[in-house]
Every structure is written in C-alpha cells, then in structure tokens.
Nanobody
Framework: VQLLESGGRSVKVGGSLRLSCTAS????????IGWFRQSPGSDDREGIG???????EYRESVKGRFIISTDDAQKTLFLQMNRLQPEDTGVYYC???????????????????WGQGTQVTVSS
C-alpha cells in the first residue's frame, strides 16, 4: 500500500483544515487506515482517528472536533479538523494495515504502511 498525504499548512487557532490521504495498491475494504500525529519534540506518533470494518475510532482529545471520511472511488481518506488548537500542531501521517492483522487501528505499532507526513502548524 502506498499512501500520500496532502493539505497540511499553517492555520490560526480556532481555524479549520482538511487533510487528504490517497491510497494505492489496496482497496479500503481490505485495510484499516487512519491518521497519526507526531508532535514537536516527540519521537512518538499518536493515533488521531481511524477507519476499519469495526467503524470509526477517535482519540478522546479530538472527538467532536475532528472527523474522518472517505471517498472510496478515489481511495482517499480525509481528516477534517475544526476548532484547531496549538496542541494540534505536528506532522500528520496516514497509515494502514491489512484488515484483521492488528489489535487497534489507533496504535501506531500495529500499522504496516506509512505516508511521508504533512505538517500542520496552529498558531495564535
């Protein structure tokens, strides 16, 4: 699976942004796919939200603000981010794993395929 993210940029606090991830090589029915964030100064990536055959899952801190959606025909995953805060700053990665081959699609160590990331900076 090849993943390509886009849409990251600088935005003001309270603003909105939509990220895109285009997948090639597998259909969405065959994979679990999600968004992960690496915050400045951190070596870790944290799960933001994901989609699998079990449905949508979100990190608690983004529930009600971030929404994942898909365009299956275009094999594209979107992350709509609203009411952005400085703590949302980071590099956002799209990642995927074959369906059934993981414990949680929000856990970065369960994901097999990663995009190159796109930078989101939220400032006042």
């Amino acid at each position: 699976v090849q993943l390509l993210e886009s849409g990251g940029r600088s935005v003001k606090v309270g603003g909105s942004l939509r990220l895109s991830c285009t997948a090639s090589g597998r259909n969405f029915d065959d994979i679990a796919i999600g968004w992960f964030r690496q915050s400045p100064g951190s070596d870790d990536r944290e799960g933001i939200g994901c989609l699998s055959t079990s449905g949508y899952e979100y990190r608690e801190s983004v529930k009600g603000r971030f929404i994942i959606s898909t365009d299956d025909a275009q094999k594209t995953l979107f992350l709509q981010m609203n009411r952005l805060q400085p703590e949302d700053t980071g590099v956002y990665y799209c990642a995927a794993v074959p369906e059934g081959d993981y414990n949680s699609c929000l856990q970065p160590y369960d994901m097999d395929y990663w995009g190159q990331g796109t930078q989101v900076t939220v400032s006042s």
